[in-house]
């Protein structure tokens, strides 16, 4: 049985919409997500989070959601501190409303590519990279905000061991709230801070 892993990357986020204070909205963005990665079928979820951001973590996990504190809030720290799984995702925790299927087709290609990577609808940067384990030697640093399918391929052994999959939009500024989807189920609670409710 293939051990799979889907981390949500606890990154500092350096915007929020007017009206709206960092940490709280940080804190519904992460929320969501990782009620999201709960839902998911035959995986296993966990965060990966800076000591000084573990706080964020305690807020939005499930009970039985484990937290890998890493050096630095990035994919190849997060990939490092996985022990005990044959593929694992690191994904951005500023995709609310991501469906599950999204995540799944990221996952898929590592039955016969080493690694896979989800790109930003609109760009630049990825959603997230997936990969089997032990991490490829040739994954280079990754910074999800900027990095790119070509960066992976040009190297990787070969420009076929990556795979490039559906992307989706991050919130990372006031234009990528214009592509959120109301009809979509879930983000509940970034949903209600856009609405200005309490949560």
Not at 38 to 66: G, I, M, Q, S, Y
Not at 109 to 117: D, W
Not at 142 to 171: F, I, K, M, Q
């Amino acid at each position: 049985m293939v051990r799979r892993v889907v981390v949500a990357l606890l990154a500092p986020v350096a915007w929020s919409p007017p009206g709206v204070e960092l940490t709280r909205w940080r804190t519904a963005l992460a929320e969501d997500v990782v009620d999201l990665l709960a839902t998911l079928a035959e995986v296993e979820t966990a965060l990966a989070v800076t000591p000084a951001d573990r706080w964020l973590a305690d807020a939005v996990r499930w009970p039985d959601t484990p937290v890998y504190e890493v050096p630095e809030p990035t994919v190849n720290a997060a990939l490092a501190a996985l022990d005990g799984y044959d593929q694992a995702a690191v994904v951005a925790a500023d995709a609310p409303d991501l469906p599950g299927l999204t995540l799944g087709k990221l996952l898929r290609p590592l039955t016969s590519r080493p690694v896979a990577v989800a790109p930003v609808e609109g760009g630049p940067g990825l959603l997230g990279v997936a990969c089997r384990l032990p991490v490829p030697a040739w994954l280079p640093a990754l910074d999800l905000d900027v990095a790119g399918p070509a960066e992976l391929r040009r190297a990787a052994s070969a420009p076929a061991d990556v795979a490039v999959t559906p992307g989706w939009h991050r919130l990372r500024g006031p234009a990528d709230l214009a592509a959120l989807d109301p009809a979509v189920e879930g983000w509940e609670a970034t949903r209600a801070l856009l609405s200005g409710q309490r949560t």
